[in-house]
């Protein structure tokens, strides 16, 4: 689907069309389009959480306007690359399969003139190489040196890799470096987070390496390049466009690829002699050689990349957001019966109208964000400490379950009081039998229900008969001694069961929610 959200967001920024087209895979007629259409019926960024990209493709294009026709069909370029490639293979053979294909869809064909010259124009396209210049402060590029360093062990002399982020400001070349255990996706997100406080600024766009830390492979294609969704948010978060290069395509990201040699060479191979013991003691010494390199005039400028930097760029580039980005992580849950998901052997509640159905869950060290259908129906502060903690929002819960809230060990106490001696030194072990008081709150409420149904005298009864089994009888123990003489002569339930309340039913069908 197209990317309605970014390319407004994109657009905000003040991105040219064109730019927009490449960091969302669409065409910039595609681009012209939307904006023109979101001007029309004012819709501009900021947008509303609620407003995913399928929501917006509804309002700018409505399901009951009609598609705009073309007259013809334009052939599948890609195609038609790859396949001139092959021997034998020529534009006349692929003119004829392109139309019989245009004539089994109903679909008007080019003439053979009109498709050779398409193919002509873009292969042109593809051949010129066009250098551009770029301004000052409107463009970073990244890239993982191709060369490693080495760690030793102090203690057990095992050599450990090192790889070595690059990023390269596109105008004044300055750059930053540094060491990292491995190329991972926190890392990589890491190594942006500290190359911006670097900088102490943030550029319109990034051009980073087409590596899986940065693209999801199995949702792009040859026409559309899908971020990674933590990627995605990192660049949401410092507000800036990112274009992933093309696979084998130094040309999309000349000065980081020069700069990586450079690098090698002035870093790197300077360092090639040392020893180093800790990343630490790595990442000091190259920040020491990174330092002289920025420093260093360039040969035929007079000028180095900081002066250039600090003079015409810095000035130019966005502030910092507040805080710097979170790294999260993303696991999909699905909502169990009692309304909560479980996160690292913790519980989380969302509304009880999900139940049963499949949630995407954003993890941070702070919080636990869920999402279905990308809108986020719930947010937890997360918990650390002993497993098994919940936690539980009211409005999350049954109207029924909710009663729950309205008791605590002292009102379970007082109704006990309230039956009997015999019932309330039942309750009091049952609400001392566990870690928490808390967790016994469910059986002291089904006592509850027990002397609605039998009446609280045969509950006192009970009650006693139990304690001279044992001194700390449990709720399981009373029902089934009140269902053993249930058919005894004079022991019917004195309370109606037309009138009993209902109890815990689970299930999002009872409560009217969702279904699977």
Same mark, same amino acid.
């Not at 005039?297 to 810095?314: D, I, N, P």
């Given at each position: 689907? $197209?990317? #309605?959200r970014?390319?407004?967001?994109?657009?905000n920024?003040?991105?040219?069309?064109?730019n927009?087209?490449?960091?969302?895979?669409?065409s910039?007629?595609? +681009? @012209?389009? +939307?904006?023109?259409?979101?001007?029309?019926?004012?819709?501009s960024?900021?947008?509303?959480t609620?407003?995913?990209?399928?929501v917006?493709?509804?309002?700018?294009?409505?399901?009951?306007?009609?598609?705009?026709a073309?007259?013809?069909?334009?052939?599948?370029?890609?195609?038609?690359?790859?396949?001139?490639l092959r021997?034998?293979?020529s534009? !006349?053979?692929? /003119?004829?399969?392109?139309?019989?294909?245009?004539?089994?869809?109903?679909?008007?064909?080019?003439?053979?003139s009109q498709f050779?010259?398409?193919?002509?124009?873009d292969e042109?396209?593809h051949?010129? $190489?066009?250098?551009?210049?770029?301004?000052p402060?409107?463009q +970073?590029?990244?890239?993982?040196?191709?060369?490693?360093a080495?760690i030793?062990?102090?203690d057990?002399?095992?050599?450990?890799?090192?790889?070595?982020?690059?990023?390269?400001?596109?105008?004044?070349q300055?750059a930053?470096? !540094?060491?990292?255990?491995?190329e991972k $996706?926190n890392?990589?997100?890491?190594?942006?987070v500290?190359m911006?406080?670097?900088?102490?600024?943030?550029t319109?766009?990034?051009?980073s390496?087409?590596?899986?830390?940065a693209?999801?492979?199995k949702?792009?294609?040859?026409?559309?390049?899908a971020?990674?969704?933590?990627?995605?948010?990192m660049?949401?978060?410092?507000?800036l466009?990112?274009?992933?290069?093309r696979i084998?395509?130094?040309k999309?990201?000349? =000065?980081?690829e020069?700069?990586?040699?450079?690098?090698?060479?002035?870093i790197t191979a300077?360092?090639r =002699?040392e020893?180093?013991?800790s990343l630490?003691e790595l990442?000091a010494?190259i920040?020491e050689?990174l330092?002289?390199?920025?420093?260093?005039?360039?040969? !035929?400028?007079?000028?180095?990349?900081?002066s250039l930097?600090?003079?015409?760029?810095?000035?130019?580039?966005a502030?910092?957001?507040?805080?710097?980005f979170?790294?999260?992580e /993303? !696991?999909?849950?699905?909502?169990?019966? =009692?309304?909560?998901?479980?996160v690292?052997?913790?519980?989380?509640?969302?509304?009880y109208?999900?139940?049963? @159905?499949?949630?995407?869950?954003?993890?941070?060290?702070?919080?636990?964000?869920i999402? #279905?259908n990308?809108n986020?129906?719930a947010s937890?502060?997360?918990?650390?400490?002993?497993?098994?903690?919940?936690?539980?929002?009211?409005?999350?819960?049954?109207q029924e379950h909710q009663? #729950?809230l309205? /008791? @605590?060990g002292?009102?379970f106490?007082?109704?006990a009081?309230?039956?009997?001696?015999n019932?309330?030194? +039942?309750?009091?072990?049952?609400?001392?039998?566990?870690?928490?008081?808390?967790?016994?709150y469910r059986?002291?409420m089904?006592?509850?229900?027990?002397a609605?149904k #039998?009446?609280?005298g045969?509950?006192?009864?009970?009650?006693?008969?139990?304690?001279?089994?044992?001194?700390k009888?449990?709720y399981?123990?009373?029902?089934n001694?009140?269902?053993?003489?249930? =058919?005894?002569?004079?022991?019917e339930?004195?309370?109606s069961?037309?009138?009993?309340p209902?109890?815990?039913?689970?299930?999002?069908?009872?409560?009217?929610g969702k279904?699977s």
């Amino acid at each position: 689907m $197209t990317k #309605y959200r970014e390319i407004l967001r994109l657009s905000n920024l003040g991105l040219s069309q064109q730019n927009i087209a490449d960091s969302c895979g669409v065409s910039k007629k595609t +681009v @012209n389009r +939307v904006l023109k259409k979101a001007k029309e019926l004012d819709i501009s960024w900021p947008l509303d959480t609620n407003d995913t990209d399928e929501v917006l493709a509804e309002k700018l294009f409505p399901a009951t306007s009609k598609p705009v026709a073309s007259n013809k069909r334009m052939p599948d370029f890609a195609y038609i690359r790859k396949e001139l490639l092959r021997n034998g293979v020529s534009k !006349k053979l692929l /003119w004829t399969e392109y139309m019989e294909d245009c004539r089994a869809n109903g679909e008007e064909p080019l003439m053979y003139s009109q498709f050779c010259y398409h193919i002509q124009q873009d292969e042109q396209k593809h051949r010129a $190489t066009m250098h551009i210049n770029r301004k000052p402060g409107e463009q +970073v590029e990244v890239d993982w040196a191709g060369d490693s360093a080495i760690i030793i062990d102090p203690d057990t002399g095992e050599i450990t890799d090192a790889w070595i982020f690059v990023g390269v400001m596109t105008y004044s070349q300055y750059a930053f470096v !540094k060491a990292y255990m491995d190329e991972k $996706t926190n890392n990589w997100i890491k190594a942006h987070v500290q190359m911006f406080d670097f900088f102490g600024g943030v550029t319109p766009m990034l051009v980073s390496d087409n590596c899986t830390t940065a693209v999801n492979h199995k949702k792009s294609d040859w026409y559309n390049t899908a971020l990674n969704t933590t990627y995605h948010e990192m660049a949401e978060h410092y507000n800036l466009a990112i274009l992933p290069a093309r696979i084998r395509k130094p040309k999309d990201k000349p =000065n980081v690829e020069g700069s990586v040699g450079k690098i090698s060479t002035w870093i790197t191979a300077a360092l090639r =002699n040392e020893q180093f013991f800790s990343l630490a003691e790595l990442n000091a010494s190259i920040r020491e050689k990174l330092d002289a390199y920025n420093a260093r005039k360039f040969q !035929k400028k007079e000028c180095s990349r900081l002066s250039l930097f600090l003079g015409e760029e810095m000035p130019l580039l966005a502030p910092l957001p507040a805080t710097p980005f979170e790294l999260a992580e /993303w !696991k999909q849950a699905t909502v169990q019966f =009692n309304y909560h998901i479980a996160v690292d052997r913790m519980f989380y509640s969302v509304p009880y109208q999900y139940i049963k @159905n499949k949630v995407d869950v954003r993890i941070t060290d702070t919080t636990v964000e869920i999402f #279905y259908n990308h809108n986020r129906i719930a947010s937890h502060r997360r918990l650390y400490g002993r497993s098994g903690q919940y936690s539980t929002v009211t409005e999350h819960m049954p109207q029924e379950h909710q009663k #729950y809230l309205e /008791w @605590n060990g002292d009102r379970f106490r007082k109704w006990a009081d309230s039956i009997g001696i015999n019932t309330s030194k +039942v309750v009091d072990a049952i609400l001392t039998s566990g870690r928490i008081e808390q967790q016994s709150y469910r059986s002291c409420m089904g006592l509850l229900k027990l002397a609605e149904k #039998y009446s609280p005298g045969k509950l006192e009864q009970v009650c006693a008969k139990a304690l001279s089994y044992s001194g700390k009888p449990s709720y399981k123990s009373i029902k089934n001694l009140l269902a053993a003489v249930k =058919n005894v002569p004079g022991t019917e339930p004195e309370a109606s069961q037309a009138e009993k309340p209902h109890g815990i039913t689970r299930g999002a069908r009872y409560y009217g929610g969702k279904q699977s």
